[in-house]
């Protein structure tokens, strides 16, 4: 990458010097499968953006199925010849930085554009692709290798980025999407390329979902646990794993924060909670569904760990003031 200081303008204004060539030589080139294996994922007529459209030959495949497009690109010569072509809706945008409201596409489609990325930026391209999707899917195409590399020759050199297929993999599940399809195919111009070819579908931000126990001595004393993290008093809890139900979820995170065994008596309550982004050391807001178990203890013993720094007993109705906010009222629901 030291033969340009800045390879994507060099890459784009090459683009727009041999747009005309290029598009001479690849609108026709069919990527049939490629296309109806991707329209398989989206329903029929939804909204695709072309991520690196070119001359707008994948956006016309699209239309001619059914589906709505938009187009971009950030070679205006590329866009001149989608427009003569007949393309529809065209935007001279980055994929770095996509001019588009969250949640607008149904799919988006980037085929052999973000190889022209210094690797560095692809995570940027994804969240952005993430972005403007309506929970729905991403496909793209690479180049299998290991290099980065100018090809071309004076005044129309282009930067490409091979990849490995662990790395594409790793990228889209860093940026928001699940994998669905990972699978290679020749290049369709007989070239000595293998594409790697991925679809990808954005991971729903759903709340978390978790136990917690309220724990009551024989005097009535309810148990709390002043957490490592933030410093504040609350019932001994946490999230649920994917292969527990929501009751040994309970007595898993109790056992795992104070070292006792607990005994459901019985659910006393559920709540939705939202904590905003200070409460928690990685400074997110955290939406929250908890399911509250009245407990009682059958044994083991009060011991410090690297998420609790003290243990206490208090009278349900005098609680600590530096209190985790809806905690109370778990606990005196679990009196009732």
């Known amino acids: 990458m030291t033969e340009h200081a800045n390879p994507t303008e060099t890459t784009i204004a090459a683009y727009d010097r041999i747009a005309a060539e290029y598009a001479e030589r690849w609108h026709d080139t069919p990527l049939d499968a490629e296309i109806d294996r991707f329209a398989g994922y989206l329903t029929p007529g939804g909204l695709i953006l072309d991520v690196g459209c070119g001359s707008g030959r994948d956006m016309a495949a699209f239309a001619a199925r059914g589906f709505r497009t938009v187009g971009v690109d950030r070679s205006a010569g590329m866009l001149k010849i989608a427009a003569q072509k007949g393309a529809g809706s065209l935007v001279q945008a980055d994929a770095r930085r996509l001019p588009f409201v969250a949640h607008t596409f149904q799919g988006v489609w980037a085929s052999a554009s973000l190889l022209h990325l210094p690797k560095g930026d692809l995570p940027t391209a994804l969240k952005e692709s993430n972005r403007v999707l309506r929970h729905g899917h991403i496909y793209l195409s690479l180049k299998k290798g290991d290099a980065e590399t100018w090809l071309g020759e004076n005044g129309q050199k282009r930067f490409f980025v091979y990849y490995h297929p662990a790395e594409v993999e790793l990228a889209l599940e860093r940026n928001g999407f699940h994998v669905l399809d990972v699978h290679f195919t020749p290049d369709a111009g007989g070239r000595d390329i293998t594409w790697i070819n991925a679809i990808g579908w954005t991971r729903l931000d759903t709340p978390r979902v978790g136990a917690c126990t309220i724990v009551f001595n024989d005097a009535g004393q309810v148990l709390l646990t002043r957490r490592a993290d933030n410093g504040l008093w609350c019932v001994p809890g946490g999230h649920m794993d994917m292969d527990?139900?929501?009751?040994?979820?309970?007595?898993?995170?109790?056992?795992?924060?104070?070292?006792?065994?607990?005994?459901?008596?019985?659910?006393?309550?559920m709540y939705s909670v939202i904590y905003p982004a200070d409460i928690f050391p990685e400074k997110k807001s955290r939406s929250v569904f908890i399911v509250a178990f009245r407990c009682k203890i059958l044994g083991g013993e009060l011991t410090l760990n690297e998420e609790v720094t003290e243990f206490g007993w208090f009278n349900p109705h005098r609680l600590p003031d530096d209190m985790l906010k809806h905690h109370e009222i778990r606990i005196l629901d679990a009196l009732a």
């Open 244 to 269: 527990e139900t929501i009751q040994r979820t309970a007595i898993r995170e109790t056992k795992e924060e104070t070292g006792l065994d607990v005994e459901i008596e019985r659910m006393s309550g």
